[in-house]
């Protein structure tokens, strides 16, 4: 089961029921099944407060994926803020939406196994996103 939940925003305007079989269809592209996953859509603030509780980075990020995965079967929470989404959107030249699923998507591709801190990770990420982001219509 996906759930989609917000704290300090408005919920982002993504389609749940389309966004969540394009996440089983690309989690199925990696021998994956869903199990829990639970994202949260929060600012700027909050996000530097997760990131300091439980990472301990007094940074601020786009994603942090909690990795509770089973076996086959990927497990996690995700919490997105939309406040960096944006700005990292408009540092691109990226369109918001697409933007927004890209990182909806990189945090079931880390469940997945995929890693982006290592020599030549960040590239093979970035052609995980591509690939999952061909496979969904914005």
Known sequence: MITYN?????????R???TSAWIKAVAAEYGRKVG???????????IL??????LGHNYYTDIIT??????????????ISLDTVRSNAEQLGKDYNEELHRVIIHGILHLCGI???????REIMEAA?????AMIKL
């Open 6 to 14: 917000t704290d300090g925003v408005k919920m982002p305007a993504i």
């Open 16 to 18: 749940k029921r389309d």
């Open 36 to 46: 829990e996953i639970g994202y949260m859509f929060v600012n700027d603030d909050k």
């Open 49 to 54: 407060e997760v990131n300091n509780e439980y």
């Open 66 to 79: 909690f990795d509770y995965d089973e076996d086959d079967t990927i497990s996690g929470d995700i919490v």
């Open 115 to 121: 890693n982006d801190k290592g020599p030549g990770e």
């Open 129 to 133: 996103e591509n690939k999952a982001l």
